[in-house]
Structures are given as structure tokens and as C-alpha cells.
């Protein structure tokens, strides 16, 4: 089976711009969860997202938004862009969400 | 608060020799520990994972061991080769999966040749 892609897998935007990223999943993983990875905080979780319902939210503010669609796959959001959102954005797909998560390479955003 | 504790920061260790990273946990709900590793420029890879009616779990040269009481958890590398060397993480997860995976902060470990 092909791992969980996301994609860009580089992305360069300015402060107060927003961005949008995107997960596929693996085939026939139906919960999509997205994570932040930053040098100071470590992993952090921002959300997941089973059968196009936001299950889970962690404590990340209201820019922070995601959806999933029919097929599992999954976007995530980040409007008016801070520099502290420059980060690693990593997605990870499981069966259900209670069972292990696979992770995908994760798209690195940079906020000028 | 929901914390994983990690610890060393970084580690060096010899290769053939056992690297130990340990975690600590608070939240008694957590049912499911998993440890992950991660390599430069890619997303973390689940290495091994043990729940809390298991003392210890192993698999080829992975161990962890696993103290429920003390609410604490380590990894064991057997006989550590220098394709180890990567960032590992342990993770802790709630029964039912609320919240997703809480992550500890992470060991940098490197195997000298």
C-alpha cells in the first residue's frame, strides 16, 4: 500500500497570507489527524478528522481549520499567517483513529 | 495537564552498545504508548508501541519496558548500529483516542562508529 502523502511538500508564504495543505491518506484510512512540529514546542496536535467530521481539536486558535472529504482525504488551513506558523505540518492517517497512526513526510511551511 | 516527559535530550552511545531513552507520564487515562522514530526531512515512523497491561514488549532489537505504578516507560536499543542514530519519540494516547498522540519533546541520538 502507498504511505500517507502530503503535499506541497515546501511551501514559502508572507506574514498575513493564508495556506492551505493537503493530506491523502492511506488507502482505506478513513481518520486523517494533523500535528505541528516547531524546534521549541515539539509535536503538537491540531486536529483529526474522521468520515468528514472533526472528531478532535487541540489548543491551537480559530486560524488553524481543517476538513476532510468523501475519500479521506483531508485538508488543513492556516489563514492570516503569523511567523510562529512556520513549522513542519505533519498529517497521519489510521483506521479509525484508535488504532496506530502512519505518519506522512509533512509539508514545511515557511512564514516570512 | 496531559504532559510526556522525556529524557536525555541527546544521546551518544558507542556502536554495539544499548541506548536507553526513558518517558514519564501523568495522565492515568493514557492506554496506548507508542514510540516513534525520525530521520532529516522526514515524518516520524512508528517504531514500536505497548499498552498498559504489557510489562514489556520487544521487537528485534527494540524493547520497552513499561511500569505502570511509576507511570514510566522506556526504550531500549540492543546492540545500537549507526543507522540509529535519528530523533526518537515517545507518545501517549487517551482510551478512545481523544486529543490524538501527546508527544514527549524528544531524544537526538547519535551512534559513533
Known amino acids: 500500500k502507498a504511505g500517507v502523502t502530503q503535499t506541497p511538500r515546501y511551501l514559502i508564504k508572507t506574514r498575513g497570507q493564508q495556506v492551505t495543505l493537503s493530506c491523502s491518506p492511506i488507502?482505506?484510512?478513513?481518520?486523517v489527524s494533523w500535528y505541528q512540529q516547531t524546534p521549541g514546542q515539539g509535536l503538537q496536535f491540531l486536529f483529526e478528522?474522521?468520515?468528514?467530521?472533526?472528531?478532535n481539536k487541540g489548543n491551537f486558535p480559530g486560524r488553524f481549520s481543517g476538513r476532510q472529504f468523501s475519500n479521506s482525504r483531508s485538508e488543513m488551513n492556516v489563514s492570516t499567517l503569523e511567523l510562529g506558523d512556520s513549522a513542519l505540518y505533519l498529517c497521519?492517517?489510521?483506521?479509525?483513529?484508535?488504532?496506530?497512526?502512519?505518519f506522512g513526510p509533512g509539508t514545511r511551511l515557511l512564514v516570512l | 495537564q496531559q504532559q510526556v516527559k522525556q529524557s536525555p535530550q541527546s544521546l551518544i552511545v558507542q556502536k554495539g552498545g544499548i541506548s536507553i531513552i526513558n518517558c514519564a507520564y501523568e495522565?492515568?487515562?493514557?492506554?496506548?504508548f507508542p514510540w516513534y522514530q525520525q530521520f532529516p526531512g522526514k515524518g516520524p515512523a512508528l517504531l514500536i508501541a505497548?499498552?498498559?497491561?504489557?510489562s514489556e514488549k520487544k521487537e528485534g532489537r527494540f524493547t520497552i519496558s513499561f511500569n505502570k505504578s511509576a507511570k514510566q516507560f522506556s526504550l531500549h536499543i540492543m546492540d545500537s548500529q549507526p543507522g540509529d542514530s535519528a530523533t526518537y519519540f515517545c507518545?501517549?494516547?487517551?482510551?478512545?483516542?481523544?486529543?490524538?498522540?501527546?508527544f514527549g519533546k524528544g531524544t537526538h541520538l547519535i551512534i559513533q562508529p
Open positions: 497521519a492517517s489510521s483506521l479509525d483513529g484508535a488504532e496506530t497512526q502512519y
Open positions: 488507502s482505506g484510512h478513513r481518520s
Open positions: 478528522y474522521f468520515s468528514e467530521t472533526q472528531r
Open positions: 495522565n492515568t487515562a493514557f492506554d496506548y
Open positions: 505497548i499498552r498498559p497491561d504489557v
Open positions: 507518545a501517549a494516547r487517551m482510551r478512545g483516542g481523544a486529543d490524538g498522540l501527546t
